[in-house]
Each structure stands twice: as C-alpha cells, then as structure tokens.
C-alpha cells in the first residue's frame, strides 16, 4: 500500500556486487561474517546516507564512523575529505582500527585513525568553522541528557552554510504503528553495551526538523524510507491498519533522513517541546 524510496546505487555496481562489498568488511581482523547481520539490517541506509553527502565538496567530519560503512561508501565514491570520530569508552584522546574489505576480487585495507571523544560531555576537539560537512547518523537516538548540547557543538564546528546530514530511527515507522496496535512495546531492549549502547529517545520527521531549525539549520531535504524487509503486507489486517495511516504516507519509514544547512546560531535555551524538569530560565517556549 505505502511506496517508500528505492536506495541508490554507485555507478558501476550492482546492488548486489555492492552487498557483497559490505559484507566482506572486516575490522581488526574480526572475521568472515562478523559484521553480516548488520548489514543485512542497514544496508539500504548506508546507501540513502551516501545519496545526501556524495555530492559536497571538502572536509567531513563523520561522528561515531565505526563500523565503517558508510566512511567506505564516501571513501571509494565522493570527494569528501572524511574525518572521523568514535567514542568506545574511557579517557583516550584518539584511536585507529584496520578496515579490509574485498573489491573487483583483491583484498584491500586501510587504516583509520579517529578522534575519541563523548560528543554529549564537553566541547568537540577542533576550532569553529572546521568542516564543511558533518555527519550525525544513529546517534541522537543513543543521547541520554542533552542532544541540543551535541548540536550546539556541530553548529559551531561547521562552516557557514555547512551541511548537517542526520539518520535515525524512526518512531513513528509502520512497523511501530502495528506493535502499539498488537499491544506491543516499541522501546528498545536493556543493552549489554551500557546506557549508550541503546535507544533512549526516538524522534518523529517532523519533531527532528523542528530540533534541527532550533539548532540553527534549515533543512532543505527529510525523508523517511525503509532499510530492510519488515514482512508487515503479509498480515490479514495489512490494508485495515494501513488505512488509519493513509493521510501520512510520507512518514512511515523505519528511518529517517535528513539534510540541512547552517543558516545561523541555535536559539537560546532549551526547547520547551523536548525538555521538561530543567530550570524555568532555561526553557525556550517559542522554539
């Protein structure tokens, strides 16, 4: 019933050949398949976030590159200067791990170096107007106190006119609209990884953007697309539940994507749609 985005392809590769280009990623040597189950999941998202930064130009600041997907995909098919960040923990200042892959039948590696750095404490480690390009993909849903904290800094670490891409979940994806339905929570497991290492918040494609215009930026392109098979049209009640949705087709994806441009400073305070139980001083009610 619901059309969503088809992922785009490199010239030169098949979706598969590209898959398998996936697939075959290895980080510090830890095994065939290791990463599989990833890609299987992610993929298409990969893809459509390669779409929206292949055709800038200049240095790009990828925040928590691990495991590399998407850093590869710009790597071998834009012209983007990448930068990388990770944070795994602990106190150190930067890191490297050793990315090999097979292309065109010929084992290829290279090693990554990355700033380590928890982009939710602090100020991030480099000058104002560093980059013209930052990536913030799966990560404002992991955010546990102050995601306009982390926004405030990318704004500041961009260039005028600088591009923000963000990805994240989408909570209010079809998928999600069937499990409150079922009866089913939608919140994401406890996580062996820690605190980050789950989804704390999740955001609509309207409320992002409206965190995003906070934050100083316009966005000039929001979608929502799927990236992996969810199986849901082979239910008995596909069409009936569909039909409660249908006045927003646009919104159902299981991710959302957005692109926008650095067109001042974040307001000031915190927004009052987003944040409750700060001081009242703090609170923006306007933004």
Not at 37 to 55: G, I, N
Not at 112 to 132: A, I, R, V
Not at 211 to 239: I, P
Not at 263 to 286: C, D, H, I, Q, T
């Amino acid at each position: 019933m619901f059309q969503f985005p088809e992922a785009p392809i490199p010239f030169g590769y098949t979706y598969s050949q590209l898959k398998n280009l996936l697939l075959s990623i290895e980080i510090d040597n830890s095994g065939p398949g290791a990463l599989a189950p990833y890609v299987e999941d992610s993929f298409e998202r990969f893809l459509f976030t390669w779409e929206l930064a292949k055709d800038h130009q200049g240095s790009c600041l990828e925040l928590g590159a691990n495991p590399y997907f998407t850093t590869l995909l710009l790597k071998e098919f834009s012209s983007l200067d990448m930068k990388l960040a990770n944070y795994f923990g602990g106190d150190t200042k930067s890191g490297s791990q050793n990315l090999s892959w097979s292309q065109n039948d010929r084992i290829r590696s290279k090693e990554l170096t990355f700033d380590h750095f928890n982009l939710e404490e602090g100020s991030f480690p480099y000058p104002d107007s560093s980059f013209d390009v930052i990536l913030f993909c799966e990560i404002i849903e992991h955010l546990l106190m102050n995601p306009l904290h982390c926004l405030r800094e990318i704004n500041r670490c961009l260039k005028p006119n600088g591009v923000l891409i963000t990805t994240t979940p989408n909570v209010a994806r079809l998928g999600n609209v069937f499990a409150m339905i079922d009866g089913t929570s939608i919140y994401d497991p406890y996580s062996g990884f820690g605190p980050y290492g789950r989804h704390n918040r999740e955001y609509s494609l309207a409320e992002l953007n409206r965190l995003l215009e906070f934050a100083g930026f316009k966005t000039t392109k929001s979608f929502t697309a799927n990236s992996h098979a969810d199986h849901l049209a082979m239910r008995t009640d596909y069409d009936k539940i569909c039909q409660l949705v249908a006045h927003r087709p646009n919104d159902l994806g299981q991710y959302l994507f957005t692109s926008a441009v650095k067109v001042g400073a974040p307001k000031a305070g915190l927004p009052a749609f987003l944040y409750r139980s700060w001081p009242e001083e703090e609170m923006n009610y306007e933004g």
